[in-house]
Antibody, heavy 121, light 108 residues
């Protein structure tokens, strides 16, 4: 079935980096943008950025510009999100999500299960 | 940047009742670019409505969306026990970026 499976929980120290993976299955990976969204405890989702797996083009929310890297490995249908210089307030669940290909619609129809990243000294 | 405001913050209801959730944008949003999601504890958000009023695959017809411009509404015609959750609106903006609202919690 169509799904996104993410890597497991991470605990990092302030200033470190974290890399989260998102493996797609059940659909043509290069036909859909992959987005990354994070959600701090008790808060709403915050969009971080997208990557076009077909071209490698990316777009980021201004809040994360310069601190996040998005890449894909199309040979294994996997997207990666790397966040650098971690701060305590980066503690959150990080989701990857597939953008729908319904013409003219920019929404996320398939989500990964989420990866909890905890920043703690 | 467009800011989305949702009201109420919490909606206390009972099974069988009608629930009306509001999403207001700080400036006009194309209806094509407005979506609604449902999120239950410990789960990822689930797409309910796209293009302001189109139900996503597998979404029951008790869920409906409406609105245009700056005011959008998600209506649940008769609440089922599994509908008690948090609901978020989301918009896609002209700068190719996405914004979520702060959410409305529907609880008993």
């Amino acid at each position: 079935q169509v799904q996104l499976v993410q890597s497991g929980a991470e605990v990092k120290k302030p200033g470190a980096s974290v890399k989260v993976s998102c493996k797609a299955s059940g659909y043509t990976f290069t036909n859909h943008y992959t987005h990354w969204v994070r959600q701090a405890p008790g808060q709403g989702p915050v969009w971080m950025g997208w990557i076009n797996p077909n071209t490698g083009n990316t777009k980021f929310a201004q809040k994360f510009q310069g601190r996040v890297t998005l890449i894909t490995d199309t040979s294994i249908n996997t997207a990666y999100m790397e966040l650098n210089n971690l701060r305590f307030d980066d503690t959150a669940v990080y989701y990857c999500a597939r953008e729908t290909t319904i013409i003219g619609v920019r929404a996320f129809d398939i989500w990964g299960q989420g990866t909890l990243v905890t920043v703690s000294s | 940047e467009i800011v989305l405001t949702q009201s109420p913050v919490t909606l206390s209801s009972s099974p069988g009742e009608r629930a009306t959730l509001s999403c207001r944008a700080s400036q006009s949003v194309s209806s094509s670019d407005l979506a609604w999601y449902q999120q239950k504890p410990g789960q990822a958000p689930r797409l309910l409505i796209y293009r302001a009023s189109s139900r996503a695959t597998g979404i029951p017809d008790r869920f409906s969306g409406s609105g245009s411009g700056t005011d959008f509404t998600l209506t649940i015609s008769r609440l089922e026990p599994e509908d008690f959750a948090v609901y978020y609106c989301q918009q896609y903006g002209s700068s190719q970026t996405f914004t979520f609202g702060p959410g409305t919690k529907v609880d008993i």
